[in-house]
């Protein structure tokens, strides 16, 4: 029986020092995935019909690679359902967005803290200027999403991290 999901860890390189992740703790060599095995893993999987990729990172971002639109347009090319990542937006003004909204990427889960930057900071464990960053990425980064006539990325979800109590 084929696997539901094919999960791959692209990159463990992350720009963010998050409270709430292990890559603080995370001892291995950080890096990429090798185009090779990505392209063989993703072949095989797709030939024994599968129909869902995760590139949801264990302890990195996606968007530290700059040939994540490469990868994500070989997904493309092979005809999955549903290929869905996680991102902190921190890095996303550095690539096309019009290309990345019609690439093999089906649903993008943004991770982001409440929009406070002393709070964001302290559990991003990132400065004011990835800060001030982070925040013009969401403007620029859903603005685009809404805009687009009909792009292959169907669903953007924002999942706020807090520090507050459940109470609150």
């Known amino acids: 029986e084929v696997p539901k999901t094919l999960y791959l860890e692209i990159s463990d390189l992350c720009n963010a020092n ?17 185009i090779e095995f ?12 599968g129909r869902v990729v995760s590139l949801s990172p264990m302890t990195g971002e996606i968007f530290m690679n700059d040939d994540i639109l490469d990868m994500l347009d070989f997904i493309d090319n092979l005809g999955f359902d549903t290929v869905y990542s996680y991102t902190n937006l921190l890095r996303i003004h550095k690539f096309d967005l019009d290309r990345l909204l019609n690439t093999g990427l ?15 900071t302290k559990m991003y464990g990132v400065g004011s200027t990835q800060y001030k960053q982070l925040l013009e990425n969401f403007k620029t980064f859903l603005t685009a ?11 953007v979800t924002i999942d706020f991290r807090t520090d507050r109590p459940a109470e609150e």
Do not use: H, M
């Open 38 to 49: 990505y392209e063989k893993a993703l072949e095989e999987y797709r030939s024994l019909g």
């Open 145 to 155: 999403f809404r805009e687009a006539d009909n792009p292959k990325l169907q669903s």
């Open 18 to 34: 998050c409270i709430f992740c292990a890559y603080q703790f995370d001892p291995r060599k950080k890096g990429f995935l090798e």
């Open 106 to 120: 089906t649903q993008l889960r943004i991770s982001t803290g409440p929009l406070e930057q002393e709070v964001y």
